[in-house]
């Protein structure tokens, strides 16, 4: 079954976050945009380089309105250790969500049970709590923070135009589509 559409599962998790610890629960993302990056785990190669993709571009998540939690199966004393010895990851100022009972992991259905660790998977959670968007990359494939971008854009726009759909490779300020009969086999 697929998860689109539904609502975020129940969680509490410890974060690192600015210096501290903080708490985080499905009801912390309540009125806004939320964005779950899952990664298999601290101290690693392609995950730095997805996590400091995030921090260089995440202003531009900001001024959406939209929240970033990065989760790995690592424990929130992990996430502050590899936050304070690697300069790519030292850059980041969302929260480092810790998911070491895996509980967010299953949530989401990206936990590699065998391995103990998370899928590649990124998950767009609009302000009712529902997923909107989903993406999972084979673990030796990265992701791109502006591609992201575009999609929350995207889901944004037709979240507030009901009536309108954003065609492929859609920007912001392009034209979108308005389904109706007349579009049939036109495109």
């Known amino acids: 079954m697929s998860l689109l559409n539904t609502e975020v599962k129940p969680f509490k998790a410890t974060a690192y976050y600015n210096g501290e610890f903080i708490d985080v629960s499905e009801e912390s993302l309540k009125g806004q945009w939320n964005i779950f990056f899952f990664y298999p785990a601290d101290f690693t190669f392609v995950c730095p380089t997805e996590l400091g993709d995030l921090a260089d571009n995440y202003e531009a998540f900001k001024k959406l309105g939209v929240e970033i939690y990065s989760v790995s199966t690592d424990t929130h004393f992990t996430h502050k250790a590899w936050h304070d010895s690697s300069e ?100």
Request: proline content about 6%; hydrophobic content about 40%.
């Open 88 to 187: 790519t990851i030292n850059k980041l100022q969302y929260p480092m969500l810790a998911d070491p009972t895996h509980t967010i992991s299953r949530n989401f259905e990206v936990l590699i049970e065998d391995a103990g660790v998370a899928e590649r998977g990124t998950f767009v959670v609009d302000p009712d709590g529902k997923i909107q968007i989903i993406e999972l990359n084979a673990g030796n494939i990265g992701r791109n923070a502006e591609e992201l971008l575009r999609k929350v854009k995207a889901a944004q726009y037709v979240r507030a135009n009901p009536n309108e759909v954003c065609p492929a490779k859609w920007e912001e300020g392009e034209e979108t589509l308005s389904p109706s009969l007349d579009l049939v086999g036109k495109i």
